[in-house]
């Protein structure tokens, strides 16, 4: 079945291999916080300080959740991280950026040091860590903390 869709969709959301966006590429997260502070102000006729405590409390709640996951995370790292490639990175990095390096890794024996084959570094560029051609690199060196973003740290 034919539809205005079929001739347009080129022009909708294809982009996201390009733009960092490091791994969220989903709204699930907003209707789910606007969810949570829907129950928690349970109607709109508080005044505003009522709000405003509410919000500041869930916020709070949120960031110490956040926080404790990301601690065990850098924490509790699987035994096939403590080799040299990832020394620089263990303790700093979290486990996630960590798995995800770990398959970029295995990324490298098939790239290698070609970077027309790595794939347009698309690691690099939507979760801002280093991808299969930069990752040979590096050798058997460990990998430097500073070509992980900002925001795996």
């Known amino acids: 079945m034919a539809t205005w869709l079929c001739s347009h969709k080129v022009k909708f959301v294809k982009g ?3 733009v960092m966006h490091l791994g969220n590429t989903t709204s699930n997260r907003v209707e789910a916080t606007h969810w949570s502070l829907k129950r928690i102000l349970q109607n709109s006729m508080g005044n505003l300080c ?3 405590d509410s919000i500041n409390k869930m916020i709070i709640l949120q960031h110490n959740a956040i926080k404790a996951s990301f601690q065990k995370s850098l ?3 699987g ?3 403590k080799v040299t490639t990832y020394k620089k990175l263990l303790g700093f990095v979290s486990k996630y950026a960590l798995n995800l390096i770990a ?3 295995d990324r490298v024996k098939s790239v290698g040091f070609y970077k027309n084959r790595c794939g347009g570094c698309t690691l690099t ?4 860590l280093p991808c299969a051609c930069q990752l040979d ?3 058997a060196g460990s990998i430097p903390l ?3 973003h900002v925001m795996w740290t």
């Open 50 to 52: 009522f709000c405003w």
């Open 137 to 139: 690199l590096f050798g």
């Open 125 to 128: 560029c939507t979760h801002g």
């Open 79 to 81: 035994h096939w991280f």
């Open 146 to 148: 500073k070509s992980v």
């Open 103 to 105: 398959e970029e890794l």
């Open 75 to 77: 924490h509790v790292v």
């Open 16 to 18: 996201t291999d390009k």
